[in-house]
């Protein structure tokens, strides 16, 4: 079962403008990571946050984390048309050893 | 630094065919995963070996998959028989151990069942 609900399911804005995508998951968590995943570079790690942490910067991305709604968000700043993939948010469900992926977000930059 | 190696990268085959996938981690890596990922749909993990050992196969359908890991470096998963529902993309990843370790994923075996 997915652990992680990514939301909306599809996106899709001008280039320059701002992304945000959501994830909502539903036991606690130890750590929290945002994979992005494109035709021509498969899937790639983009951020960890971990369960102590309320926000994270790197580059145009940052992410937030809110334990008490089990929730977190990701926003890319100034999208470009590379920005155009599928976004996945993936938790270790409950302190388990293994990653539980979303469903994603598909993301589209149009130019 | 050489990425997660897959192959093959496309894979057509009929159902009750066997088929068998191969993945070769990134070198020093102990943790290595098969995943798969139906058509818009998030990856599910398959298997988990930490260097030869299983350490979570709850997602295995033990009655056709299986998966082993030579030596603690290549890896095959393997199907038999196949069904339609096999249908999916097959992800191989490697990380350097267990979670938190950042996942770094190989192109993927894009399987179809006939």
């Known amino acids: 079962s997915q652990q992680g609900e990514e939301d909306p399911q599809a996106l899709s804005i001008q280039e320059g403008e701002n992304a945000t995508m959501n994830c909502s998951y539903k036991?606690?968590?130890?750590?929290l990571q945002w994979y992005r995943q494109n035709s021509g570079r498969g899937l790639v790690h983009l951020i960890l946050i971990r369960s102590n942490e309320r926000e994270k910067h790197s580059g145009r991305l940052r992410v937030t984390l809110d334990t008490s709604k089990k929730s977190s968000s990701l926003l890319i700043t100034a999208s470009r048309a590379a920005d155009t993939a599928s976004y996945f948010c993936a938790t270790d469900a409950g302190g388990a050893q293994k990653l539980v992926f979303g469903q994603g977000t598909r993301l589209t930059i149009n130019p | 630094e050489a990425g997660v190696a897959q192959s093959p990268r496309y894979k057509i085959i009929e159902k009750r065919q066997s088929v068998a996938f191969w993945c070769n981690p990134i070198?020093?890596?102990?943790?290595l995963y098969w995943y798969q990922q139906i058509l818009g749909q998030g990856p599910k993990l398959l298997i988990q070996f930490q260097n030869n050992g299983v350490v979570d196969d709850s997602q295995l359908p033990k009655d056709r998959f299986s998966a082993e890991r030579l030596k603690g470096v290549d890896s095959t998963l393997k199907i038999q028989p196949a069904k339609l529902e096999d249908s999916a993309v097959y992800l191989c990843?490697?990380?350097?151990?267990?979670?938190?370790?950042?996942?770094?994923f190989g192109p993927g075996t894009r399987l179809t069942v006939t």
């Open positions: 036991t606690s968590i130890n750590n």
């Open positions: 990843a490697s990380s350097l151990g267990g979670l938190p370790y950042e996942q770094y």
């Open positions: 070198s020093g890596h102990a943790t």
